[in-house]
């Protein structure tokens, strides 16, 4: 169901925080079973014309860790479309159901966030295979996909935004070094910093 009202969307990202606050109490102990229900129940509540996507308020503007990574990859296994461009309210123009550029400016610093950013770039292989070809897009990409790409140019690899336009590359940031995370800044708690040199999947 792409249509949902703030009521459900509010009890999802409810659930989310729940979720969130849990992991964080006792890591070792939470279920990502539960978390990854959660994903596939809400794989496309993108909220159209009626507000923010549940998976803006649940991933955008915020300090990612484990749990956002783990969430993210559920959703992409549930069909959760980050390409998607949506309006968020009466009047309002389409545009991305996550904010590209703010995943893409927190990958500079935060490991969690920079290999989110990863999985996306992988969904993009996948989602636009015509740019992966040795021709690039000459002539297979629709307007509607030039639009998509333009919007969430920042979460889709360089190497594929050049066969669309050079221009698309200033959506990336430039990265000035490499800098460790500082887990005392508020990036990483310590049960992040004791699993940053791994991630496990499932």
Not at 4 to 24: H, K, P, V, Y
Not at 32 to 40: E, G, N, S
Request: charged share 25%; glycine share 8%; hydrophobic share 40%.
């Amino acid at each position: 169901m792409d249509q949902q009202d703030d009521i459900e969307i509010n009890s999802l990202t409810g659930e989310f925080l729940a979720g969130a606050e849990e992991w964080e109490g006792d890591p070792r102990a939470f279920s990502w079973d539960r978390l990854r229900l959660l994903a596939q129940k809400a794989a496309h509540a993108y909220n159209e014309g009626r507000g923010p996507s549940f998976h803006a308020l649940a991933l955008d503007g915020v300090a990612h860790n484990e749990y956002h990574f783990r969430f993210l990859q559920y959703s992409l296994q549930a069909g959760f479309d980050p390409f998607r461009l949506a309006s968020s309210g009466t009047g309002s123009l389409p545009g991305p159901v996550i904010n590209h550029e703010d995943l893409a400016e927190a990958s500079l610093a935060n490991p969690w966030s920079e290999q989110m950013r990863n999985l996306l770039f992988e969904e993009a292989r996948r989602r636009f295979p015509q740019l992966t070809t040795a021709d690039g897009a000459a002539g297979r990409v629709t307007e509607d996909e030039l639009r998509i790409i333009g919007a969430c140019a920042a979460s889709i690899p360089r190497e594929l935004l050049e066969r669309v336009s050079a221009d698309l590359l200033s959506a990336h940031p430039k990265r000035t070094s490499k800098q460790k995370v500082n887990a005392t800044e508020g990036y990483l708690s310590p049960a992040e910093v004791a699993a940053e040199s791994g991630v496990p999947i499932s």
